[in-house]
């Protein structure tokens, strides 16, 4: 099977049933985004495939053969950071940091959500979606933070989208 992951092409020969994120850890090598539940309910394996947001645990490999992946590796580097690592930071963002490649590969699939005027379930008005901290919560709500650094995180969110002048 062949995958473009962070721009690279890659050749792998593995089993048809293998998920996304056991391709990118086990056999790429590839493993800034984690595994903490293995069945979609924690968010640590969040990555983007064609800039959406996606529960790596929950899709097979073989089904992306034709996407762009980016995964935690592919936002930012150390000497570059994308501006969302930057934001998690300076704010905090983080305490252990197992939840934090997810939250942040998360975060920047939700504010490209927002800008196309997606609304979630606390959306108030349709034709206005602002990004205010329930709105941040809510659309987070899929990323679980074991240490609980929520309040950071969504700081972090909040610099970002208000730099970024995200809104619908
Ligand atoms: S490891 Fe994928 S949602 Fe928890
Ligand atoms: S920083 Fe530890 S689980 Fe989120």
């Known amino acids: 099977m062949h995958f473009t992951i962070n721009g690279q092409r890659y050749e792998a020969d593995v089993d048809i049933r293998t998920s996304l994120l056991d391709l990118a850890r086990e056999h790429l090598g ?41 995964t935690i590796e592919g936002l930012g580097s150390v000497e570059n950071l994308h501006p969302m690592q930057d934001a998690f930071v300076r704010h905090d963002g983080y305490q252990c940091g197992y939840c934090t490649p997810g939250q942040i590969c998360s975060a920047v699939g939700m504010l490209d959500e927002v800008a196309k005027g997606w609304p979630s379930h606390v959306t108030g008005d349709l034709t206005d979606v602002s990004l205010d ?36």
């Open 30 to 70: 590839l493993t800034g985004s984690k595994k903490g539940c293995d069945h979609g309910q924690c968010g640590a394996c969040t990555m983007l495939v064609n800039g959406r947001r996606i529960n790596a645990c929950l899709t097979l490999a073989v089904m992306h053969q034709d996407d762009e992946i980016v």
């Open 133 to 168: 901290d329930a709105e941040i919560s809510e659309r987070m709500s899929g990323n679980i933070c074991r240490c609980a650094a929520y309040p950071n995180i969504v700081d972090a969110i909040r610099e970002v989208a208000a730099k970024e002048e995200v809104s619908a």
